[in-house]
């Protein structure tokens, strides 16, 4: 092997480990965001990113597996990375017409994309961490006993 093939195998090899990680990067800080526009684009830059890794662990490409009238060569291409990529490919599209329809659905319905917090959860949270505070003190914070034992 040539060391000039090994160097530019190499840097191609770390060229893509960034982008893979920039793309997942990127896509896992678009999903946390409220904007329901901005999580469907994250889960396409992770799509997009999974698929690369998918080719890029496929390692270097070769002759075709199957050729007719011939014998196969030694070192022959493999085809599942190529298969699961396009899997994940069919995947990706599927899940982003779904997502793409829920934003717009929610767009017509409250004329924003952001997501609210869910007033339940934010209320059983407030419940919770008045169970743990009277677990403490032995007393509900508000409470009319309290409240009366402080004026006292």
């Excluded at 662990?57 to 990529?85: C, F, I, N, R, S």
């Amino acid at each position: 092997m040539n060391s000039a093939l090994g160097t530019t195998a190499n840097t191609l090899d770390v060229t893509m480990a960034l982008a893979v990680g920039a793309l997942f990067a990127v896509g896992f800080y678009l999903m946390m965001q409220r904007s329901l526009m901005r999580i469907v684009l994250g889960f396409v830059l992770l799509g997009h990113g999974t698929n690369l890794l998918l080719l890029v662990a496929g390692g270097t490409p070769g002759p075709p597996p199957v050729v007719e009238g011939k014998t196969p060569h030694p070192e022959v291409a493999d085809p599942l990375p190529q298969a699961m990529a396009l899997t994940s490919i069919v995947i990706t599209f599927g899940l982003t017409a779904f997502l793409t329809a829920l934003a717009y659905r929610s767009w017509r319905l409250s004329r924003h994309d952001e997501v609210r917090d869910d007033v339940e959860d934010r209320r059983i949270g407030t419940a919770q961490e008045r169970a743990e505070t009277a677990d403490d003190t032995g007393r509900i914070p508000g409470d009319a006993a309290a409240r009366a034992e402080g004026r006292q």
